[in-house]
């Protein structure tokens, strides 16, 4: 059974601060992994997809990462600002259907 | 581009009723996804819709049912609720059999009373 588990649930940080959340899993099989953005009381929004072949993707301010052989991915902000506070998921994705998703950690960018 | 769209945003229902949710996946998509998120809880897969079949299924009881229409848009119905059925649900689309990312609607906020 597919475990993702993200540790810390929840950091603060300074504005300004480059940080990295993590993600790790227990089946990496062939997946792609996609980091979410949520609001609170709102839906997921799409940050980065990592498909099974590839290493890392960048957007902006954010980079994600995958290693297969050790079962984690990071998601690397830069210069975090008071509006990159939210909720951040990693969920892998398969190949037709059942995508797990971790718990999330909850940041707090402090201006 | 019209996004996915959910409906409705909020609903309160009683224990024992029954409720049904909508989804419209995203322009050029095919498959929609449903997930139950709990508050402080990752999503929980439902099930799964292509080809107007459900695909996959995840551990959720037979009170849990869907369908999915010819213009690809969903429906999540739930029959008999419980208390612990008041959560969040999401509605994902994706395009194909494949891998290809999901893009999420804003929620339907369900509370059992």
């Known amino acids: 059974k597919q475990e993702v588990t993200q540790i810390p649930a929840a950091l603060s940080v300074p504005e300004g601060e480059n940080l990295v959340l993590n993600c790790s899993f227990t089946d990496s099989a062939i997946y792609n992994l996609q980091w979410f953005r949520q609001d609170p009381g709102k839906g997921l929004t799409s940050l980065l997809l990592i498909q099974s072949s590839q290493r890392e993707q960048t957007s902006g301010r954010l980079n994600a990462s995958l290693d297969k052989s050790s079962g984690r991915s990071t998601l690397y902000i830069a210069a975090s600002q008071p509006g990159d506070s939210a909720t951040y998921l990693c969920a892998l994705i398969p190949n037709a259907g059942k995508s797990t998703f971790g718990d999330g950690t909850t940041l707090t960018v402090k201006p | 581009d019209a996004g996915v769209t959910q409906s409705p945003t909020h609903l309160i229902k009683t224990r024992g009723q029954q409720v049904t949710l909508r989804c419209s996946p995203k322009s050029g998509h095919d498959t929609v996804s449903w997930y139950q998120q709990a508050l402080g809880q990752g999503p929980q897969f439902i099930f799964q819709?292509?080809?107007?079949?459900?695909?996959q299924r995840g551990n959720f009881p037979d009170r849990f049912s869907g369908h999915q229409f010819p213009n690809y848009s969903s429906e999540l119905n739930v029959n008999a609720l419980l208390l612990g059925d008041s959560a969040l649900y999401l509605c994902a689309s994706s395009l194909g059999q494949g891998d290809s990312p999901l893009h999420f609607g804003n929620g339907t906020r369900l509370t059992v009373t």
């Open positions: 819709y292509y080809e107007e079949e459900e695909r």
